[in-house]
């Protein structure tokens, strides 16, 4: 097989599931130093890619229709030897395709018909019929998968996310007028998601941050975009003793760098939890309908994940079909999350390192 001089990756969407393709990226940058590595992604999301040392280039795409004919003319001209398909849906392999490309690799079981359109087609362990989201195989170690099929090393893999000097001044700047100290222990906490379904109810985060700052002096630095601007009002009582508002106030691009003052995060089945294991603190992971072994922070074996024993979950609908609502998410209580999150902070065996590897396991909770 001759080697790959330029390599084009399809992940456009979404933030989390990007995180979770970073460590597959970089061992296809590790197996083929000097070929030329173009990411497509979102414009929306680029920003999370700003900075990696195993892309060449990071392609920012709109996929409004009258932006169809410039992605199709630079795919023509592209001169693609290889495209990996990690998005695995009818438009990334007809991408995948359109480029031209002699190798285009995806995923056999890839949906909306996007293996038709690739050249090969990478089998993963069966599921019975179960939907990979609600399976045992984690999303990283689906992508390395792909990149494995390529002659990569799974175990070469990094997680490269944003760490620029100017956004390091940034953040600082922010601790400072926020009146954090050396000596405060700072907890990011996350609440929201892009699908409602995933979360935690809101009024258990304010109990538990009101309980961190009354009852442990431990600063909550509250975490979102501008969107959770509404909800982040409901923590408007708890400014006062300690708690600090990020939300709306950290870019993408600076939200790791925030994540790397914390000594953990608490959140839903979303994009900064994903983050926060990717930049080496230690998570507590809240889940429901989604299945955390599929998509939980990884590895999840080092991890603290709370989830539901209800035989209904994990179901993965967008909508409950059971009399109380959620009630996968609800049952998790603000005590159970508070004990293991102190747990976290007063275990010596959880000490976190750059690359985002821990020196010391942390069982999941069942």
């Known amino acids: 097989m001759d080697s790959p001089t330029n390599i084009l990756v399809i992940k456009s969407s979404s933030l989390g599931d990007i995180v979770h393709a970073l460590p597959a990226v970089s061992a296809l940058r590790h197996r083929w130093p000097h070929a030329r590595i173009t990411w497509l992604i979102k414009e929306s999301l680029a920003d999370v890619l700003d900075g990696n040392p195993d892309l060449d280039e990071i392609w920012p795409v709109n996929f409004s229709c009258q932006f169809w004919p410039a992605i199709l003319h630079k795919l023509w001209n592209g001169a693609f030897d290889v495209v990996v398909d990690f998005q695995g849906l009818f438009r990334s392999g007809f991408l995948a395709w359109v480029s031209g490309a002699p190798r285009r690799i995806g995923f056999a079981k890839a949906r909306e018909g996007a293996p038709l359109f690739y050249t090969e087609k990478v089998d993963l362990p069966a599921l019975n019929g179960v939907p990979w989201r609600l399976g045992p195989m984690h999303a990283v170690d689906r ?10 090393d799974p175990l070469r ?18 601790l400072r007028k926020a009146g954090v100290r050396k000596s405060d222990s700072l907890i990011a906490i996350a609440p929201w998601s892009r699908a409602a379904w995933k979360c935690w109810p809101l009024e258990h985060f304010v109990e538990l941050c009101r309980r961190l700052t009354m009852e442990k002096a431990i600063r909550p630095v509250l975490v979102g975009s501008r969107q959770d601007k509404e909800g982040a009002r409901a923590f408007k009582n708890l400014h006062g003793v300690g708690l600090m ?122």
Not at 157 to 174: A, K, R, S, V
Not at 293 to 300: D, E, L, Q
């Open 143 to 152: 992508n390395f998968a792909l990149v494995r099929h390529l002659g990569a």
């Open 157 to 174: 893999g990094n997680w490269h996310l944003p760490q620029h000097p100017e956004d390091q001044t940034i953040i600082e700047q922010l």
């Open 245 to 366: 508002d990020c939300v709306g106030q950290v870019s993408l691009r600076q939200l790791p760098v925030l994540l790397r003052h914390m000594e953990a995060l608490v959140g839903n089945d979303s994009a900064p939890l994903h983050i926060a294991a990717g930049v080496g603190i230690p998570v507590v992971g809240l889940y429901g309908p989604t299945h955390y072994k599929a998509t939980g922070p990884y590895p999840v074996d080092r991890q603290i994940i709370l989830h539901s024993a209800l035989p209904c979950a994990p179901c993965g609908c967008r909508t409950c079909s059971q009399p109380i609502q959620q009630e996968c998410l609800r049952v998790i209580g603000v005590q159970e999350v508070f004990e293991k999150l102190c747990s976290v902070l007063s275990s010596s065996s959880v000490r976190t390192i750059s690359d985002g590897s821990f020196t010391n396991d942390q069982m999941e909770s069942p």
